[in-house]
């Protein structure tokens, strides 16, 4: 399964999620550039349990370096692939956690779930000599996150059956699901293959125990200073509605989302409604002025009547506020 986003929008730009993402890719540019000697790049930044738990190792060292490879490993990755899956699994899922944490709540989140993951590693391999690299840890405690915040959000896969590449909307919980129970397998069953399984599974748990905790942490003024400069203008342009109807009607119902200032100034957007086999992709347009809770007439876009003719479409407008009021 390889997830290709999900449905729900984030408030504001994920500025810290889109630097964390940043910092990887210049540190994996940096790692290219030693060449043959990369390896020595994944010495000097990974993380080696041996060196923190070895007196003989650990006495070389200073606390300073010690707590460094705690945040070092996790912007250092073992090859393009690596690099590539993890950065994508942030994208996914790491913007609608910091639009609920806010933004300098995430930062510190995602650098304790990285740090708390790695002591886990530790913990379960403690005279490893090998330097363990990646961001999985970090990025697990976000999935975790998700797990909790969102687990009604769909997460649209791709499934490849032999060659014919399929989609579907998998449920937040089941996909999030399948893959913590997938790595709690490999960690049990010793699948070690140079992967840090159980770094993974402590890091989605410590996600999951600490984003209850961060969310009650009141955010400083700054924070909602940022938080006001990012706010997203736009929602996205292309939206899947999944529209309701009564059993006796040929007409639909579903919500579209819109900011404020698609209130004021009005948009354009592009529409999928998936009712049964069909699949159709069609262009709305919201006037100026439409306020939250006005109704959009689609006439001709319900479902098909026996005659022969079709029900109408009503889209409601809303505001896409709904993760930023629970701040």
């Given at each position: 399964?390889?997830?290709?986003?999900?449905t729900?929008?984030?408030?504001?730009?994920?500025?810290?999620?889109?630097?964390i993402?940043?910092?990887?890719?210049?540190?994996?540019?940096?790692q290219?550039s030693?060449?043959e000697?990369?390896?020595?790049?994944?010495?000097?930044?990974?993380?080696i349990p041996?060196?923190?738990?070895?007196?003989?190792?650990?006495?070389?060292?200073?606390?300073?370096?010690k707590?460094?490879?705690?945040?070092?490993?996790?912007?250092?990755?073992?090859?393009?692939?690596h690099?590539?899956?993890?950065?994508?699994m942030?994208?996914?899922?790491?913007?609608?956690?910091?639009?609920?944490?806010?933004?300098?709540?995430?930062?510190?989140?995602?650098?304790?779930?990285?740090?708390?993951?790695?002591?886990?590693?530790?913990?379960?391999d403690?005279?490893?000599?090998l330097?363990?690299?990646g961001?999985?840890?970090?990025?697990?405690g976000?999935?975790?996150?998700y797990?909790?915040?969102?687990?009604?959000?769909?997460?649209?896969?791709?499934?490849?059956?032999?060659?014919?590449?399929?989609?579907?909307?998998?449920?937040?919980?089941?996909?999030?699901g399948l893959?913590?129970?997938?790595?709690?397998?490999?960690a049990?069953?010793?699948?070690?293959g140079?992967?840090?399984?159980?770094?993974h599974?402590?890091?989605?748990?410590?996600?999951?125990?600490?984003?209850?905790?961060?969310?009650?942490?009141?955010?400083?003024?700054?924070?909602?200073?940022?938080?006001?400069?990012?706010?997203?203008?736009?929602?996205?342009?292309?939206?899947?509605?999944?529209?309701?109807s009564?059993?006796?009607?040929?007409?639909?119902?579903?919500?579209?989302?819109?900011?404020?200032?698609?209130?004021f100034?009005?948009?354009?957007?592009?529409?999928?409604?998936?009712?049964?086999?069909?699949?159709?992709?069609?262009?709305?347009?919201?006037p100026?002025?439409?306020?939250?809770?006005?109704?959009?007439?689609?006439?001709?876009?319900?479902?098909?009547?026996?005659?022969?003719?079709?029900?109408?479409?009503?889209?409601?407008?809303?505001l896409?506020?709904?993760?930023?009021?629970?701040?």
């Open positions: 399964m390889f997830p290709i986003r999900d729900i929008p984030s408030n504001t730009v994920p500025v810290v999620n889109n630097l993402i940043a910092v990887n890719v210049l540190f994996f540019l940096m290219l030693y060449g000697a990369s390896s020595q790049f994944l010495f000097h930044f990974g993380l041996a060196r923190l738990t070895v007196e003989q190792y650990s006495a070389h060292f200073t606390l300073f370096q707590a460094f490879w705690l945040i070092s490993y996790m912007f250092i990755h073992g090859g393009f692939m690099i590539l899956g993890n950065m994508w942030l994208y996914i899922f790491g913007d609608n956690v910091e639009d609920r944490l806010g933004h300098l709540r995430y930062l510190v989140f995602y650098l304790a779930c990285g740090v708390l993951a790695a002591m886990v590693h530790i913990i379960s403690p005279y490893s000599k330097p363990t690299v961001a999985s840890g970090a990025i697990a976000v999935m975790g996150a797990f909790l915040l969102h687990p009604r959000a769909k997460v649209l896969t791709l499934i490849p059956i032999i060659i014919i590449p399929l989609f579907f909307e998998i449920p937040a919980f089941f996909f999030l893959w913590f129970l997938m790595q709690f397998l490999n049990a069953g010793s699948a070690a140079g992967v840090a399984w159980w770094a599974v402590g890091g989605f748990i410590f996600g999951m125990l600490l984003v209850p905790l961060f969310s009650t942490v009141p955010q400083i003024g700054a924070d909602r200073a940022v938080r006001t400069v990012t706010q997203r203008k736009r929602s996205p342009r292309l939206q899947v509605l999944h529209p309701e009564a059993p006796s009607s040929a007409d639909l119902h579903g919500v579209l989302y819109i900011t404020p200032s698609e209130s100034l009005g948009a354009k957007k592009l529409v999928n409604v998936p009712w049964g086999y069909e699949k159709r992709l069609f262009t709305v347009v919201v100026p002025g439409m306020n939250p809770g006005a109704k959009l007439r689609l006439k001709g876009l319900g479902k098909a009547r026996s005659d022969g003719t079709r029900g109408d479409l009503y889209l409601e407008i809303a896409n506020r709904r993760s930023q009021d629970r701040h």
